[in-house]
Structure formats: C-alpha cells, structure tokens
Nanobody, 114 residues
Framework: VQLQASGGGLVQAGGSLELSCVAS????????MGWFRQAPGKQRELVAR???????NYADSVKGRFTISRDNAKNWVYLQMSSLEPEDTAVYFC?????????WGKGTQVTVSS
C-alpha cells in the first residue's frame, strides 16, 4: 500500500488549506484513514481519522476548524483546514490501516505564519 499526500504549503494565520491523500496498491478495503502531524521537537500526534462508515474523531485542538472526509470508492482522504493557527505548523502525514497494518505517506509540510 502506498500513500501519496498533497496540498501542503504556506498560509497566513486565519487562512485555509486542504490536504489530499490517495492510497494505492493491493487494497480490497481500507478501514480507517486519517491524518497525523509532527511539529519540530514534538511527537507525532493524531489530527483526525475517519472509518469506512464515516465515523470521525478529531484532536481537541482542531475540533471545529478541521474536517476530514473520504472517498471510499477511490481511496482518497481529505483534510479541510480552516482558521489555521501558527500552532498548526507541522509535517502532516496521511495514514491508513489495512488488515490491521498501518501505512504512512511521506508527509507534507504545512506552515502557518502569524
């Protein structure tokens, strides 16, 4: 399984960005897809995840500002980020779980300037 993320970049505080990620490979069904992030000097943390059935959960720090969605048929997952804050600056990683195994994309940089 390979994951390819896109959509990162530089944005001013208060702005918006959308991240996209597509999974490819020998996939019959992906249960959970999600996004994690890692800021310099910090551990990787969950941002949001979504099950195949559409159940979602978010980190408290992004609730009300970020929205995760997915296209099950095409194995895409999206993260719409609004009201971005400098504290959201990090490398964002796409993640999926297939048959109990976690797979990771290479990460995309999101930088929010104040």
């Amino acid at each position: 399984v390979q994951l390819q993320a896109s959509g990162g970049g530089l944005v001013q505080a208060g702005g918006s960005l959308e991240l996209s990620c597509v999974a490819s490979g020998s996939i019959f069904s992906i249960n959970v897809m999600g996004w994690f992030r890692q800021a310099p000097g910090k551990q990787r943390e969950l941002v949001a995840r979504i099950t195949r059935g559409g159940n979602t959960n978010y980190a408290d720090s992004v609730k009300g500002r970020f929205t995760i969605s997915r296209d099950n048929a095409k194995n895409w997952v999206y993260l719409q980020m609004s009201s971005l804050e400098p504290e959201d600056t990090a490398v964002y990683f796409c993640n999926c779980n297939v048959y109990g195994i976690d797979y990771w994309g290479k990460g995309t940089q999101v930088t929010v300037s104040s």
